[in-house]
């Protein structure tokens, strides 16, 4: 229909829509076809290297540790099994030396009938009780050395910190009875030395009767005048603690009859009757005076003196080897 003129014209259609926005992409479903969970995304590549790193480096600690927990413990056992060894040598060393000690001269006697005979003993006792000096010497000497190893690297060897605490137990018992082997030995080197003073005045003895039954009137009066001089020696030594009292007795009396003895000697030699029949009176005064002292028991006392340490020194050594 034609529409009248001047009528308005009708309004344009109006334009397109715009097109609807893209989607989102598609989600996987929770369910896969077969209608089971569907699987986790995988994780970021970073976050996956990252973790992989530390749970390496935790492994290599770990491991670093072992190795160097493996390698302290073995260490520590062989350094301490060496320190072991040491201190057993140590102990079995000492001990080994114990049947020459109990076996060293031991039997005090000065009543003896052959001079030279008891002066060659007497030699031979103290050079045998020096050598067992020494020998003490020597295996304490090692104790200590052994001892203090035990007690070095505590921080490395605490693995067997209970075998050698008892070692070093062991150790402190063998030097007890080292310390009671010194003082037999010490003491023993004394009587000898005792000994082979006594025995140079009874060999001088026989040497002035032997020369004056010979005639030699000179040479008994030689010797005779060695006498005093020997028998305040042995005066001297005899007042050590092992030696009872009457022995010291006995000796300044032997000493007095010495003096009288050569006394008597010179004034017969000056031709003074009067005086030598004076000193020939006081010398056998001074004899049946000196015959007065019993001398029987001193080597008993002097057997009961040793005896304590004695006893110390085999029970300390069978405590240091474990008995």
Same mark, same amino acid.
């Given at each position: ?164 605490? #008892? ?128 001398? #029987? ?27």
């Amino acid at each position: 229909m034609d529409l009248p003129p001047g009528y308005p014209p009708p309004p344009p259609p109006p334009p397109p829509p715009p097109p609807p926005p893209e989607p989102p992409p598609a989600q996987p479903p929770p369910y896969n076809y077969y209608g089971q969970p569907a699987a986790a995304p995988p994780p970021p590549a970073r976050r996956s290297s990252r973790q992989l790193w530390t749970i390496l480096t935790a492994v290599a600690v770990v491991a670093l540790l072992l190795v160097v927990g493996a390698a302290y413990g073995i260490a520590g056992y062989v350094t301490a099994g060496n320190k072991l060894t040491t201190a057993n040598r140590a102990i079995d060393t000492a001990a080994s030396h114990r049947g020459a000690f109990d076996n060293a001269p031991s039997t005090f006697d000065i009543e003896r009938s052959d001079a030279k005979a008891f002066q060659s003993d007497a030699a031979a006792w103290v050079q045998t009780w020096t050598t067992q000096s020494t020998t003490i010497a020597s295996d304490d000497a090692t104790l200590t050395a052994a001892g203090g190893k035990l007690r070095d690297q505590q921080w490395l060897t605490i693995i067997r910190k209970g075998s050698l605490d #008892s070692a070093s137990g062991r150790i402190d018992h063998a030097h007890k009875a080292m310390d009671a082997a010194k003082t037999i030995a010490i003491d023993r080197q004394a009587e000898g030395k005792f000994l082979v003073a006594y025995a140079n005045f009874l060999t001088d003895i026989e040497t002035f009767i032997t020369k004056e039954q010979g005639g030699d009137a000179l040479g008994a009066l030689a010797t005779a005048s060695q006498l005093p001089a020997d028998a305040d020696k042995a005066v001297s030594l005899s007042g050590d603690p092992q030696f009872p009292s009457e022995l010291g007795a006995y000796m300044r009396s032997v000493a007095t009859v010495a003096k009288d003895l050569v006394d008597y000697l010179n004034a017969v030699t000056k031709g003074d009757s009067a005086t030598a029949k004076s000193l020939q009176a006081k010398t056998n005064d001074d004899i049946n005076a000196g015959k007065l002292i019993d001398i #029987s028991q001193v080597p008993t006392k002097v057997d009961q003196f040793y005896q304590p340490y004695i006893d110390t020194y085999h029970k300390e050594l069978g405590l240091a080897g474990g008995g």
